[in-house]
C-alpha cells in the first residue's frame, strides 16, 4: 500500500528528519473530535460543580435560617417544643424548604443540640486557651460552663434545653452522648497535662471529666430552673470546690 500522497514528499525529501511530522500525520482522524470531547466533558464537570456548588449555598442558607428562627422561637417562648409553623414564620421559609433538610421537628432538634453544643465547645477552647496553666484551664472551663447561668443572654437560649435535659438524653442518646464527649474534650486535655506536669498527679481524666461534666450540668439547671442568677462569688466558690477535690484525689490503685 503506498502511503497518502500528502506524505510522499516530505518523507522523501527529508528522511528521517521528519519521523515526528510523519507519526503526527499518521495519528488516527478521529482523534481530533476525541479532544474535542474531552474538552466538552471539561466544560460539562464545570457547568456541574457550579450547579452543584450554587445549590450548596442555598441549602447551607436554608439550614442556617431555619437552625436560627428555632432558636429565636424557642428563645422567646421559652419551650423546646416550637411548632414548625412559627419555625418558617420566623425564617421566613416554605414547608418545602422545612422537609428538604429534615424529616421532622425532632431532626432539627437535634441539629439545634449540636449547633448548641459546638458553639460552647468552641467557647470553653478559647477561654481556656487564655490560662496560663492546666490549673487555670480548669478554672477557665468551670467558668465557661457557670456563664451560661451567669449571662442573662445565655441563661434564656440555654434554659429550654437545660429544663429538657432528660428528656432529651432518651430520645437523642447517642447525640446526647457525643454532645458530652465534645464539651469535655478540652477538659480531659487539660487534666492529663495537669497530671502529667505533676500539679494534680493523680487525676484520671476520662471519669474525673465526666464527673465534673454533670457537676456543672446538675448546678446550672438547678440556677435556671430557679430562674437566678449566681453571683460571681459563687462561681470563685465553685472553682475552688473543683480544684480543691482535684488536688485531693487518691492516688490510683495499683501506683503505689
Known amino acids: ?11 522523501r525529501c527529508h528522511g528521517s528528519e521528519n519521523s515526528i511530522l510523519s507519526m503526527e500525520n499518521k495519528v488516527p482522524a478521529a482523534s481530533a473530535p476525541r479532544h474535542d470531547a474531552l474538552a466538552a466533558r471539561g466544560a460539562v464537570s464545570r457547568a456541574i460543580d457550579r450547579s452543584l456548588a450554587t445549590r450548596r449555598d442555598v441549602a447551607r442558607d436554608e ?14 417562648t421559652g419551650h423546646l417544643e416550637p411548632k414548625v409553623s412559627e419555625i418558617l414564620a420566623e425564617a421566613g421559609l416554605s414547608n418545602q424548604a422545612f422537609y428538604r433538610h ?3 421537628k425532632h431532626a432539627l432538634l437535634v441539629a439545634l443540640l449540636d449547633e448548641g ?12 486557651a487564655e490560662a496560663s496553666d492546666p490549673e487555670g484551664e480548669i478554672r477557665a472551663w468551670v467558668r465557661g460552663i457557670a456563664a451560661q447561668a451567669r449571662d442573662p443572654l445565655s441563661a434564656q437560649a440555654s434554659r429550654p434545653f437545660a ?15 457525643k454532645s458530652e464527649q465534645r464539651v469535655t474534650a478540652p477538659l480531659r486535655a487539660a487534666l492529663e497535662r495537669a497530671r502529667d506536669s505533676g500539679a494534680l498527679p493523680f487525676v484520671l481524666p476520662e471519669p474525673d471529666a465526666e464527673a465534673l461534666y454533670h457537676l456543672m450540668m ?11 442568677t449566681p453571683a460571681k462569688q459563687e462561681v470563685e466558690r465553685l472553682e475552688a470546690f473543683v480544684l480543691g477535690g482535684l488536688r485531693e484525689a487518691p492516688q490510683p490503685q495499683g501506683e503505689a
Open 163 to 177: 429544663l429538657a435535659r432528660g428528656r432529651l438524653a432518651t430520645v437523642f442518646p447517642d447525640e446526647v452522648s
Open 1 to 11: 500500500m503506498s502511503l497518502p500522497a500528502r506524505l510522499e514528499c516530505p518523507l
Open 117 to 128: 453544643i459546638r458553639a460552647l465547645a468552641e467557647h470553653l477552647t478559647v477561654r481556656m
Open 63 to 76: 439550614v442556617e435560617r431555619l437552625i436560627d428562627g428555632a432558636f429565636r422561637v424557642i428563645e422567646r
Open 102 to 104: 429534615f424529616a421532622g
Open 218 to 228: 446538675s448546678w446550672v439547671e438547678a440556677r435556671l430552673i430557679e430562674s437566678r
